[in-house]
């Protein structure tokens, strides 16, 4: 029975009760009051507690937010780093391949020099480490506006040139001073229009993708090199993290050739890199670039960007396990006999430069 019934009777009968039981009566209600009293304060103290420690586990969950939110902004800001000076922990990186060159190699008999290009090319991977991969990678973040990008590159076969070097059958010289760095296109129309909009295309990217995403994520990357075959490398555009999905890699081509045209219309010429059913061409050369990202970089995604002034249109690509078999030997072949010779010798170079004096030597006449 409810305290406030039992006390409304006990009163009742204290008023009816002849005066011999009142005193009786009066310490039941006495007893049931002090009952009442203790039952209310437990309560009250039950009520803070319980209120006390919703307040902390609200502390708890907000910290947790806080603290994911911090790491994601830390991430962010990481990202966005551009390439540091090539002085800045030197000691933490790899040594350019262009290291290997020694002018002995050139005093050699073909003989010998290949039994001893053989041999430097197994002790190539000592040089590389997980570690120092990834400070390569954080120390070149900027791409072609640094320079240390540049000169880890030269004697490196990476990406952008993969499908060059699976369809060279006879200007191995001239592909091997393109690699070595030699010969340079970086102010190439195309080159310029891609570099000046990639970041609209990127934006159009993210947008497009952050719906159907949790959490997306664009960090910028640098080169990359794979300790197990360190003689290759690629540089995504940029790798992309989310909560839903594995890591991706992301590259973004803004052709020029197609600049303004609507991708339907694109897709008309013989040459442009969808087919009809608007998925990337097996046999074109962004195809067997974004699929040797992926080798280099150990992920098994990519996603595919075109962008033009009409539209932007994205493919994920799955990577190829069969594919990528079928080609790594042949990337191995012509780094053996062609990048690494050149590494060790500089004979290509020595003649480019040869041939540069005689035409100045030309023009002064």
Request: hydrophobic share 35%.
């Amino acid at each position: 029975m409810n305290v406030f019934l039992r006390l409304g009777f006990s009163f009742l009968l204290l008023f009816c009760a002849p005066v011999s039981a009142q005193g009786e009566i009066s310490i039941l209600i006495f007893t049931l009051y002090i009952s009442y009293l203790t039952d209310l304060v437990t309560r009250i103290i039950n009520t803070a507690s319980e209120g006390e420690q919703e307040s902390t586990d609200r502390v708890d969950i907000l910290t947790a937010a806080e603290a994911e939110s911090h790491k994601e902004s830390q991430a962010v800001v990481q990202s966005e780093t551009l390439c540091t000076d090539s002085t800045v922990n030197a000691t933490n990186l790899p040594k350019p391949l262009t290291h290997l060159f020694d002018e002995n190699h050139s005093l050699l008999s073909q003989d010998k020099l290949q039994n001893e290009l053989d041999k430097i090319m197994l002790t190539i991977p000592a040089y590389f480490s997980e570690l120092n991969c990834k400070h390569l990678q954080e120390s070149t973040r900027g791409q072609s506006s640094c320079e240390q990008w540049f000169e880890q590159r030269q004697g490196r076969i990476t990406a952008s040139h993969f499908n060059e070097v699976l369809r060279c059958k006879t200007s191995q010289a001239s592909l091997t001073s393109k690699i070595m760095g030699y010969t340079s296109s970086r102010n190439a129309p195309a080159l310029a229009w891609g570099k000046n909009n990639e970041k609209l295309a990127r934006e159009a990217f993210t947008s497009n993708q952050m719906t159907c995403h949790d959490r997306l994520r664009v960090e910028e990357v640098g080169l990359v090199v794979n300790p197990k075959f360190p003689h290759l490398g690629a540089s995504p555009d940029r790798i992309i993290h989310c909560k839903c999905c594995p890591p991706a890699t992301l590259e973004i081509k803004c052709p020029l050739k197609y600049a303004n045209m609507s991708i339907p219309d694109a897709i008309k010429s013989k040459v442009f890199c969808l087919g009809k059913n608007f998925e990337l061409k097996k046999d074109h050369a962004y195809y067997t670039q974004v699929q040797g990202q992926m080798a280099v970089c150990e992920l098994k995604t990519s996603y595919f960007v075109i962008w033009t002034t009409e539209e932007c249109h994205t493919q994920k690509v799955e990577f190829s396990e069969e594919y990528w078999a079928q080609i790594r030997p042949k990337l191995d072949l012509f780094y053996r006999q062609h990048i690494l010779t050149e590494t060790c010798t500089l004979k290509l170079k020595k003649q480019f430069l040869i041939a540069e004096a005689s035409c100045s030597c030309k023009k002064n006449v």
